[in-house]
Nanobody
Framework: VQLQASGGGLVQPGGSLRLSCAAS????????MGWYRQGPGKERELVAR???????NYADSVKGRFTISRDNAKNTLYMQMNSLKPEDTAVYYC???????????????????WGQGTQVTVSS
């Protein structure tokens, strides 16, 4: 089971990017999914989170600019980022909470799974 993040890149201030995170493997369910980021010299922080039922929460710094969504059928997470600022520069990671999956004959419940990061750089 793995999460594959994509969509990062270099963008000018005020620009937009759309991040995607696709989960693969024998996954039966994912409770909540979220985007985290870690800027240079900073700790990793929660950016946005969405439950399987569609409830969302955002960091105050991105409210009104970022929108998180997910396709439960495809086990895919998205985040539309608009009006990007230089302080949004960071490595963005996706996370799945309460993941239920199977590997071979082993069955796992309630696990946290992290994707690899994707770099977002906001600069003129």
């Amino acid at each position: 089971v793995q999460l594959q993040a994509s969509g990062g890149g270099l963008v000018q201030p005020g620009g937009s990017l759309r991040l995607s995170c696709a989960a693969s493997g024998r996954i039966f369910s994912i409770n909540a999914m979220g985007w985290y980021r870690q800027g240079p010299g900073k700790e990793r922080e929660l950016v946005a989170r969405i439950t399987s039922g569609g409830s969302t929460n955002y960091a105050d710094s991105v409210k009104g600019r970022f929108t998180i969504s997910r396709d439960n059928a495809k086990n895919t997470l998205y985040m539309q980022m608009n009006s990007l600022k230089p302080e949004d520069t960071a490595v963005y990671y996706c996370n799945g909470e309460g993941v239920e999956y199977k590997v071979g004959t082993s069955y796992y419940v309630g696990r946290s799974v992290w994707g690899q990061g994707t770099q977002v750089t906001v600069s003129s």
